[in-house]
């Protein structure tokens, strides 16, 4: 199966900064990655697609980068609404596998 | 806009099966792939398998001699099966649809909210 790796596991942010999530495969995935938001009590919600494809609805302040093996989430101006978990998934080859998690909270 | 909607027992003995229905509504079943994921309490997500409305199957190998994923397409509805479960597999269940069309390697793009169900005696 493919290792997702994801770096940091937490992070602590004020309203308006920039954030940046990585997110490593442990073999190529092209560009099949996806990026998810969950907040407690919540089901994940999906924010990017295909690496840079932002999901309809989602605000812009989010992109996503990369390709291969290494790929980037960024909240580009962080607003009180983003505090969350983000996971990102690779769905290259089955069995699709989750990276362990982002958790961004206030500092 | 389609909605998902995870339903069975919230607790369930150890060494028993497990059965979870997620209801589709608001859109077709048809033509899509509709994948179980589960969460521990406090931890990560975990894929455990997907169907194709077709009855097509692709599981998680580390579950695989557990789990079946049926669909009925009538009921527009997809079932899952965990055999001989342990407290391990105390967790909340989602299920979800992949995005594209006939594509299984696909995101997940709409999400039922999720059941938690407990294995304890």
């Known amino acids: 199966a493919i290792r997702i790796t994801q770096s940091p596991s937490s992070l602590s942010a004020s309203t308006g900064d920039r954030v940046t999530i990585t997110c490593r495969a442990s073999?190529?995935?092209?560009?099949?990655l996806a990026w998810y938001q969950q907040k407690p009590g919540k089901a994940p919600k999906l924010l990017i697609y295909?690496?840079?494809t932002l999901q309809s609805g989602v605000p812009s302040r989010f992109s996503g980068s990369g390709s291969g093996t290494d790929f980037t989430l960024t909240i580009s101006c962080l607003q009180s609404e983003d505090f969350a978990t983000y996971y990102c998934q690779q769905y290259y080859n089955s069995p699709f596998t989750f990276g362990p998690g982002t958790t961004v909270d206030i500092k | 806009q389609v909605q998902l909607q995870e339903s069975g027992p919230g607790l369930v003995k150890p060494s028993e099966t497990l059965s979870l229905n997620c209801t589709v509504s608001?859109?077709?079943?048809?033509?899509?792939?509709w994948s179980w994921i589960r969460q521990p309490p406090g931890k990560g997500l975990e894929w455990i398998g997907n169907?194709?409305?077709?009855?097509?199957?692709n599981y998680n190998p580390s579950l695989e001699s557990r789990v079946t994923i049926l669909v009925d397409t009538s009921k527009s509805q997809f079932s899952l099966k965990l055999s001989s479960v342990t407290a391990a597999d105390t967790a909340v269940y989602f299920c979800a649809r992949h995005e594209r069309r006939h594509g299984s390697t696909s995101s997940l793009d709409s999400w039922g909210q999720g059941n938690l169900v407990t294995v304890s005696s």
């Open positions: 073999q190529g995935i092209s560009s099949y």
């Open positions: 295909a690496a840079s």
């Open positions: 169907i194709y409305y077709s009855g097509s199957t």
């Open positions: 608001g859109g077709s079943i048809t033509s899509y792939y």
